[in-house]
């Protein structure tokens, strides 16, 4: 009896053993496919154009921590959005066209644009990240529907929120600095941050957030869509002067301009706060850092781009209201300090999301072509776009680097940043110029919402 005691024992390990080696290979597969899923923080700034950014030339202010992510990742050049920032919010949730989701202008009053959100039956980037596993918060700014009324945002895939609600359910404007009026995943928020500055609550609500979803073993994808530096142009808690003059009133104010530098130095302050968080959780190498903005300075503002000034270009059909600044930082993959001048617009955020965290694209046609090989280091097997697509309330064009070929059949000479593009008489231009724009004209033309509900859009990468 003890022998067979004693054989039973070993036969039981050795099937252990077997069973141990032969499960090695799936555990170490799915260990290797975890590790390969990076965390994502996605950063946007709401009105500021590339002279807000040091690291672009501009010298309105300092902005060391957004320069960081220059100087430890990819600048790129040749960044579209919309000039408007409900349209560009859409386009980079959707990986769709303005005019495809019916997000054409900034929603503001309910009764007036009620029928003019965006419908929970469009896509989402983070709806396909959480099939992959991911946790997905979004704090900020949303824009995308009447939080009152539509509450729409975990349907978008987002997990947990928390939003300036800008309207409250009897239609009247609240704050978003000074004496806050946030929504937190369908409840208000307000006497117990009435004290606080509202963009910071933000980033205590994301820094919060990525620590929980790190502790958890999860990956993770953190929006900041920042409520700065969009007016009210009021104090900052780093303002010399701290006047509370118009921070605290409702409705429409612009504020006072003075304190717009102010704003600009809190927006940086706080990238540093996100940044700081993923270092002391030692995560920084596997998360992706994606630093945008959603549109052109607001035109009430000017500053200084080398030895120029200029006026600011938001809902301008301009490279001043359209080309932004695009930061990405990625550690494992992304050579410190390099450059990149491929033409990028915000549809492409979806499929690159997607294609980088293992997440299948979402079942509806969208219009974004991933540059995820950009970032991995595979450039030699991007296709490069050839035009980008640039929306404002129903006018539209297609840019390339050199020219515009607007929706009015009007071509435009691209000239150096921050210079308005000059309108060409076609007659001028030579015999394969003409036929390059007749071509991108024609591609224009063929864009619109019915071919993308019939299935098509223009994923042939011919058409880039």
């Given at each position: 009896?003890?022998?067979?005691?004693?054989?039973?024992?070993?036969?039981?390990?050795?099937?252990?053993?077997?069973?141990?080696?032969?499960?090695?290979?799936?555990?170490?597969?799915?260990?290797?496919?975890?590790?390969?899923?990076?965390?994502?923080?996605?950063?946007?700034?709401?009105?500021?154009?590339?002279?807000?950014?040091?690291?672009?030339?501009?010298?309105?202010?300092?902005?060391?921590?957004?320069?960081?992510?220059?100087n430890?990742?990819?600048?790129?050049?040749?960044?579209?959005?919309?000039?408007?920032?409900?349209?560009?919010?859409?386009?980079?949730?959707?990986g769709?066209?303005?005019?495809?989701?019916?997000?054409?202008?900034?929603?503001?009053?309910?009764?007036?644009?009620?029928?003019?959100?965006?419908?929970?039956?469009?896509?989402?980037?983070?709806?396909?990240?959480?099939?992959?596993?991911?946790?997905?918060?979004?704090?900020g700014?949303?824009?995308?529907?009447?939080?009152?009324?539509?509450?729409?945002?975990?349907?978008?895939?987002?997990?947990?929120?928390?939003?300036?609600?800008?309207?409250?359910?009897?239609?009247?404007?609240?704050?978003?600095?000074?004496?806050?009026?946030?929504?937190?995943?369908?409840?208000?928020?307000?006497?117990?941050?009435?004290?606080?500055?509202?963009?910071?609550?933000?980033?205590?609500?994301?820094?919060?957030?990525?620590?929980?979803?790190?502790?958890?073993?999860?990956?993770?994808?953190?929006?900041?869509?920042?409520?700065?530096?969009?007016?009210?142009?009021?104090?900052?808690?780093?303002?010399?002067e701290?006047?509370?003059?118009?921070?605290?009133?409702?409705?429409?104010?612009?504020?006072?301009p003075?304190?717009?530098?102010?704003?600009?130095?809190?927006?940086?302050?706080?990238?540093?706060r996100?940044?700081?968080?993923?270092?002391?959780?030692?995560?920084?190498?596997?998360?992706?850092?994606?630093?945008?903005?959603?549109?052109?300075?607001?035109?009430?503002?000017?500053?200084?781009?080398?030895?120029?000034?200029?006026?600011?270009?938001?809902a301008?059909?301009?490279?001043?209201?359209?080309?932004?600044?695009?930061?990405?930082?990625?550690?494992?993959?992304?050579?410190?300090?390099?450059?990149?001048?491929?033409?990028?617009?915000?549809?492409d955020?979806?499929?690159?999301?997607?294609?980088?965290?293992?997440?299948?694209?979402?079942?509806?046609?969208?219009?974004?072509?991933?540059?995820?090989?950009?970032?991995?280091?595979?450039q030699?097997?991007?296709?490069?776009?050839?035009?980008?697509?640039?929306?404002?309330?129903?006018?539209?064009?297609?840019?390339?680097k050199?020219?515009?070929?607007?929706?009015?059949?009007?071509?435009?000479?691209?000239?150096?940043?921050?210079?308005?593009?000059?309108?060409?008489?076609?007659?001028?231009?030579?015999?394969?110029?003409?036929?390059?724009?007749?071509?991108?004209?024609?591609?224009?033309?063929?864009?619109?919402?019915?071919?993308?509900?019939?299935?098509?859009?223009?994923?042939?990468?011919?058409?880039?």
């Amino acid at each position: 009896m003890p022998r067979l005691t004693s054989f039973c024992n070993r036969l039981l390990s050795i099937v252990a053993f077997l069973f141990l080696v032969l499960s090695l290979p799936q555990l170490t597969a799915a260990g290797s496919a975890e590790a390969e899923q990076p965390n994502i923080l996605f950063i946007l700034a709401d009105d500021l154009g590339l002279e807000g950014i040091s690291a672009y030339g501009g010298d309105l202010v300092k902005t060391p921590n957004i320069d960081r992510l220059a100087n430890e990742g990819m600048k790129f050049t040749h960044m579209f959005v919309n000039p408007y920032c409900t349209p560009t919010r859409s386009e980079l949730l959707t990986g769709r066209y303005p005019y495809a989701t019916n997000t054409l202008f900034p929603i503001s009053d309910y009764e007036r644009h009620k029928n003019d959100v965006l419908d929970t039956s469009e896509p989402s980037f983070a709806r396909q990240l959480k099939k992959a596993g991911y946790k997905t918060a979004i704090a900020g700014k949303w824009q995308l529907s009447f939080l009152s009324k539509q509450d729409w945002v975990h349907d978008f895939g987002f997990d947990t929120y928390q939003f300036w609600q800008i309207m409250t359910a009897d239609n009247e404007r609240t704050t978003r600095y000074h004496n806050p009026y946030f929504r937190r995943d369908g409840e208000i928020v307000h006497e117990e941050i009435k004290d606080r500055y509202g963009p910071d609550v933000m980033v205590d609500f994301l820094t919060d957030f990525i620590r929980k979803s790190h502790k958890e073993g999860q990956p993770f994808m953190a929006y900041y869509t920042s409520l700065l530096p969009h007016f009210p142009w009021v104090p900052t808690p780093g303002s010399k002067e701290s006047s509370m003059a118009g921070s605290l009133s409702s409705g429409i104010n612009y504020g006072v301009p003075k304190y717009y530098p102010d704003m600009i130095r809190r927006l940086d302050h706080n990238v540093g706060r996100l940044l700081e968080t993923l270092d002391q959780l030692g995560i920084a190498k596997e998360t992706i850092v994606v630093f945008l903005t959603d549109n052109g300075t607001d035109q009430h503002l000017y500053g200084k781009f080398g030895d120029q000034t200029l006026y600011g270009g938001k809902a301008t059909l301009t490279d001043r209201g359209s080309l932004v600044p695009l930061l990405i930082r990625w550690p494992r993959k992304i050579q410190a300090g390099s450059i990149n001048d491929n033409l990028i617009e915000a549809a492409d955020f979806l499929p690159t999301l997607c294609e980088i965290a293992g997440a299948p694209l979402p079942d509806q046609a969208i219009q974004g072509h991933s540059f995820a090989n950009i970032l991995t280091g595979e450039q030699s097997s991007y296709q490069p776009r050839r035009w980008v697509h640039v929306q404002m309330e129903q006018g539209r064009y297609l840019r390339t680097k050199k020219w515009i070929v607007t929706d009015e059949s009007t071509y435009k000479k691209v000239q150096p940043y921050p210079e308005d593009a000059v309108k060409v008489d076609k007659t001028t231009v030579d015999e394969a110029t003409r036929t390059e724009l007749q071509m991108l004209e024609q591609t224009l033309n063929k864009l619109n919402k019915q071919n993308l509900n019939d299935g098509s859009s223009n994923s042939d990468n011919s058409e880039y």
